[in-house]
T-cell receptor, first 114, second 111 residues
Framework: DSGVTQTPKHLITATGQRVTLRCSPR?????VYWYQQSLDQGLQFLIQ???????AKGNILERFSAQQFPDLHSELNLSSLELGDSALYFC?????????????FGDGTRLSIL | GESVGLHLPTLSVQEGDNSIINCAYS??????FIWYKQESGKGPQFIID?????DKRQGQRVTVLLNKTVKHLSLQIAATQPGDSAVYFC??????????FGKGNQVVVIP
């Protein structure tokens, strides 16, 4: 058990809808990262938050947004969903934002767009 | 973007034998590398890491080797067990602790 909790585990919705994925980092970790895993693109970095502030952006679509709350949990919001958004979404956390620290991953949310 | 490549998509190994998984990376500026293991239905699980000032690091039954000259990373698993069957990813850190992952390498342990 990595200590990172993601909910829900599965989400099924339709095109055009909006969903929210939730992540609770490991106790004491201040940094949260979101990744998307699809069959054709592999694991792709989306966005990072550190202590409530956005720190880095990767391949995140404008239809997607995230935030980190004062209690350090994070939410990833996906809107105007398309079939191609079907994927596994992982959250990871680390103690702070410095490199040379392993990120620990949750078990992901599987998003299926019908 | 940043890229990390894996040489072999699937590795079948007899239980008890040693496994070696290879990985090539493109960013010579990276100074931190990680191996993750992903089992079906789970997230990537940290196995071992290595910093660029080292060329070898050992853990429990695992060894990571780093060759910065040719930008090559490998993971050695000793006495492979059925529980080692999984997809293994190499990753390197770039930018602000962002990870770039390889495509993954399936390891199948034959009892």
């Amino acid at each position: 058990d990595s200590g990172v909790t993601q909910t829900p585990k599965h989400l099924i919705t339709a095109t055009g809808q909006r969903v929210t994925l939730r992540c609770s980092p490991r106790s004491g970790d201040l940094s949260v990262y979101w990744y998307q895993q699809s069959l054709d693109q592999g694991l792709q970095f989306l966005i990072q938050y550190y202590n409530g502030e956005e720190r880095a952006k990767g391949n995140i679509l404008e239809r997607f947004s995230a935030q980190q709350f004062p209690d350090l949990h994070s939410e990833l919001n996906l809107s105007s969903l398309e079939l191609g958004d079907s994927a596994l979404y992982f959250c990871a956390s680390s103690a702070d934002t410095f490199s040379n620290q392993p990120q620990h991953f949750g078990d992901g949310t599987r998003l299926s767009i019908l | 973007g940043e890229s990390v490549g894996l040489h072999l998509p699937t590795l079948s190994v007899q239980e008890g034998d040693n496994s070696i998984i290879n990985c090539a990376y493109s960013n010579s500026a990276s100074d931190y590398f990680i191996w993750y293991k992903q089992e079906s239905g789970k997230g990537p699980q940290f196995i071992i890491d290595i910093r660029s000032n080292m060329d070898k690091r050992q853990g429990q039954r695992v060894t990571v080797l780093l060759n910065k000259t040719v930008k090559h990373l490998s993971l050695q698993i000793a006495a492979t067990q059925p529980g080692d069957s999984a997809v293994y990813f190499c990753a390197f850190v770039y930018g602000n602790n962002r990870l770039a992952f390889g495509k993954g390498n399936q390891v199948v342990v034959i009892p």
